[in-house]
């Protein structure tokens, strides 16, 4: 039963605090998007506020849900009191979201047109969320069981035999029962009620730690084991378990005996695991600003002295000092006692930003990304909560990260699209950046060597100031970029490779004669994208998705790099036979072994998904920064905002990959990869050389990269974006549609479809403001075994599209799961979506 009705033009939730209401809005994590209403048994009322964790029963189990308010009245006019369930218990004695955190909340859930209690997830960790199954026990002075029909009466004689069990059982061993009928027994007071919780498997950690005690102990010997636990004790305050265990195989026992005997004191607190590892913190460096630096943090320092929120782009170049402007502006804020939160595209690739924090910083920092344990990311959303740092240094989740008294937001590499979320609520970090930003009175700054265009047009028009550091510190040059013309290539040519031009290959041997470094970057993993049948032209793809499966050599397999799925190697074709199986184009791991053959004496290496994770990553890059490795093949990964001083050469094997793709973003996705790998290149004393091979080097975005100008190439794309109506200059909103089968995928895609054309066709002004692309396949048909299809809605005006967009939603029921007749098909709004695809 829906307990609440959503007003879809109305906020969710207010956010007064009436602490002795008997009413709450609790948001539960269920693909519903409104809040539920509970009552507030009498021993919490005046003790539940917005902002609490709550503990409720739901369906068959309990959940944990996070309070939106707390009302005198029921908001509902089609609900009674004696409807509702009552709240079970309150989870945490202080509120874990302030009433800016549920204000932020609800503009994502109502911007993002999302469920609120998905939304909600996203900003507490699974930890902390308690559930269970619900379970039935027989109440000692329960209604003569006559009262009951057989089926019930069968059900509570078990539970006479059995004691307690779960509903589960209950229903699973009497399978007429519904759920239904099983309540009536809680109801005419047959049973009681409990929920067992499910552990989620993380808590806090504890540390036992020993000390001299202040007695001599009892006189007598002691073993060997127990005399040097003694000699590690001695002259120390306190050693801990951990500590013990280094020096002193299994001294369980041993630490018994000692303090049985009062040789010893022991005690047990509660410890935080380390996300940061082993990683080296280096010196702090202090820098003289340049010029532009200066005039970038002034401007940043002024609005912070005014108390205002502001929004910056700050577009430096690659080698600018960008870090440094952060690292400034930070520091003030701490000075005022304000705290701070730093986004990443994707922390795990960056262990130098966060040394060099921990360096400026110290410990007062935590990190929040995918790479952590789930005991390290709980430890870190706690620190946080506690108020115990300073700075939260995180990927695009670290936006909801509990920062009390937050001054500034730093959203590093803003353009990068991983900062766009693409599974659940589908929010934009580096845009709700700006938004709480202003809902905190905080500056936020969006750095770039390649801002977006949309963050560029904002800054271009007003609505974010714009700041801009043309030059790289020191004086040092900007690399010099060639285009090689891969179209004008001699086929009998004696080159040694097919994948290198000669230019390239040349400049490779002069880098490594000069015991230099070089990276060479291609975006795509695997040996061979594709294997191909020379007999019949049979084409291996995958069986869940509209793509070929790529070879990988060193597993000896094809894989598809969207489900995963995995084959052997075949011998032969499965279509007819044949052993003539040729593997097409080149990815990474072809790249390396290519490299090593032609350079033998070189050290070459991989970067891309398939050979780094976690501490692999970091002793990757720690070793190329040492420069133990001559020639570091990789993917946009090596793209991330790495500083190698050693790096003379950057060689950009295949340039127009991505001008490939079916997205009006094509071209700039391309400028900004061309113009950040190259960047990596001449960080150290000596100029920088990029090499870029393109068979299409006269396309703008190609000519703009290699020039260094952005200007140029915003100046064309933003034309283009103008004409089209595309962003910046338009808004869009994405309706995709995935089932298992696609004739109801397709079914629900027109359904919607026809509910937005006759809206559109009724209202004139509508029709003329928002346009409808669709229904149609998307580009990429079948994913993960699912196929596929869209909605595109674009307009001029925000407003506009919204309309149509919500009206469309409510015509067909999406807001409201029991009248939806789509239940086999997920149905995703995407709101300014950046995965075209």
């Known amino acids: 039963m829906d307990y609440f009705t959503f007003d879809h033009d109305a906020p969710h939730t207010s956010f007064h605090i009436v ?90 859930a109502q911007y993002y047109l999302a469920p609120i209690g998905q939304v909600v997830r996203l900003a507490l960790p699974s930890s902390i969320q308690l559930e269970g ?116 195989d299994s001294p369980y026992s041993s630490l018994e005996g000692l303090a049985d005997r009062s040789f010893i004191e022991s005690h047990t607190e509660e410890v935080y695991r380390d996300p940061f590892e082993t990683e080296p913190v280096p010196e702090p460096e202090d820098y003289d600003l340049t010029d532009a630096q200066d005039r970038a943090l002034e401007s940043i320092l002024e609005a912070r002295r005014a108390d205002r929120y502001e929004g910056f782009v700050l577009h430096g170049v690659t080698g600018s000092g960008k870090t440094e402007v952060y690292i400034r502006t930070i520091r003030a804020a701490l000075n005022d006692g304000d ?38 990311r709980f430890d870190e959303w706690r620190r946080i909560e506690r108020d115990e740092v300073d700075i939260v240094i995180g990927a695009r989740s670290a936006i909801f990260a509990p920062v009390s008294d937050l001054g500034v937001i730093v959203v590093d590499e803003e353009h990068d699209t991983s900062f766009k979320q693409e ?17 905190e009175s905080a ?125 052997r190697m075949p011998e032969s074709c499965p279509q007819c036979g044949s052993s003539g199986l040729d593997k097409r184009g080149i990815g990474t791991e072809q790249l390396e072994t290519h490299l090593g053959n032609l350079f033998g004496e070189a050290v070459v290496e991989r970067l891309d998904r398939d050979t780094t994770t976690g501490s692999q990553l970091r002793t990757l890059i720690r070793r190329f920064r040492r420069e133990e490795i001559d020639l570091l093949a990789g993917t946009q990964m090596v793209t991330k905002g790495h500083d190698f001083p050693g790096v003379l050469t950057v060689g950009v094997v295949l340039a127009d990959l991505s001008l490939n793709f079916p997205d009006f973003r094509s071209a700039e996705r391309t400028f900004q990869l061309l113009t950040q790998v190259s960047g990596r290149a001449g960080r150290g004393e ?77 209202n004139d002004d509508l029709g003329q403001q928002v346009f409808m692309l669709g229904p149609a396949m998307a580009p990429l048909a079948r994913l993960k075994g699912r196929a596929r299809w869209q909605i595109l809605l674009k307009s001029r005006e925000r407003p506009p599209l919204r309309h149509l967009a919500r009206r469309t939603l409510q015509t067909v029921g999406h807001f ?9 098909v997920r149905i995703i709004v995407d709101v300014d979506p950046v995965n075209m695809l």
Not at 82 to 95: A, F, G, Y
Not at 532 to 542: A, H, K
Not at 816 to 824: A, E, K, L, T
């Open 339 to 376: 705290r701070a939160l730093v986004l990443l595209p994707e922390i795990a690739l960056t262990p130098q930003f966060v040394a060099a924090f921990r360096a400026h910083f110290g410990e007062r920092i935590a990190v929040l990304h995918s790479g952590l344990t789930r005991g390290e």
């Open 19 to 108: 602490t002795d209401s008997p009413y709450t809005q609790v948001a539960v994590d269920v693909p519903v998007y409104h809040p539920f209403t509970y009552r507030i048994p009498e021993a919490l009322r005046g003790r539940i506020e917005p902002g609490h964790l709550v503990q409720i029963p739901f369906r068959n189990r309990s959940k944990t849900g996070l309070v939106m308010s707390v009302d005198d009245e029921i908001s509902d006019d089609d609900l009674e009191d004696d409807q509702l369930k009552s709240v079970l218990d309150r989870v945490h004695d202080e509120p874990l979201v302030d009433a800016v955190g549920l204000e932020f909340l609800e503009f994502i």
């Open 443 to 567: 500056q936020v700054i969006l750095g770039s060597a390649t801002p977006s265009l949309e963050s560029y047009h904002n800054a271009q028009s007003g609505q974010l100031t714009y700041l801009e550091m043309p030059e790289r510190v020191d004086e040092a040059p900007m690399p010099d970029v060639e285009v090689v013309d891969m179209r004008a290539r001699d086929e009998d040519d004696d080159s040694p490779s097919r994948v290198l031009s000669p230019t390239l290959h040349d400049a490779l041997g002069s880098t490594l004669e000069r015991d230099m470094q070089a990276i060479l970057f291609l975006n795509r993993r695997g040996y061979s994208p594709c294997i191909l049948c020379e007999e019949c032209g049979y084409v291996f793809e995958c069986p869940n998705c509209d793509v070929s499966l790529t070879y990988h050599r060193r597993q000896e397999a094809l894989r598809c790099h969207h489900c995963d799925h995995s084959l």
């Open 686 to 762: 000596e100029r920088g050389r990029v090499y870029v091979q393109s068979y299409n080097p006269d396309h703008y975005s190609i000519r703009a990269a290699s020039a260094h100008d952005y200007d140029a190439f915003a100046e064309r794309e933003l034309q283009l974006r103008k004409e089209l109506a595309f962003p910046p200059h338009g808004h869009l909103i994405a309706v995709k549609f995935e089932s298992e089968r696609e004739s109801e995928a397709t079914q629900a895609a027109r359904d919607y479809a026809s509910a937005a054309r006759t809206m559109l066709r009724r």
């Open 133 to 248: 199954l619900k379970h039935y026990r027989l109440q000692d002075d329960h209604p003569p069981l006559d009262r009951l029909e057989s089926t019930l009466r069968s059900a509570v004689e078990q539970l006479q035999s059995e004691g307690e069990l779960p509903i589960e059982s209950l229903k699973g061993h009497h399978g007429d029962l519904t759920y239904l009928q099983l309540a009536t027994l809680e109801d005419e007071g047959f049973v009681e009620v409990d929920y067992h919780e499910e552990s989620s498997g993380v808590g806090a950690k504890e540390e036992t730690y020993y000390t001299l005690a202040s007695s001599e102990g009892d006189g007598r010997r002691v073993g060997s084991k127990q005399s040097r636990i003694l000699e590690l004790l001695e002259g120390r305050e306190r050693v801990s378990l951990s500590e013990i265990r280094e020096h002193v």
């Open 423 to 439: 599974r659940g609520p589908r929010y934009h970090a580096r845009d709700m950046a700006l938004v709480r930003g202003k809902l």
């Open 816 to 824: 409201d799961n029991s009248q939806s007749c789509y239940r086999d």
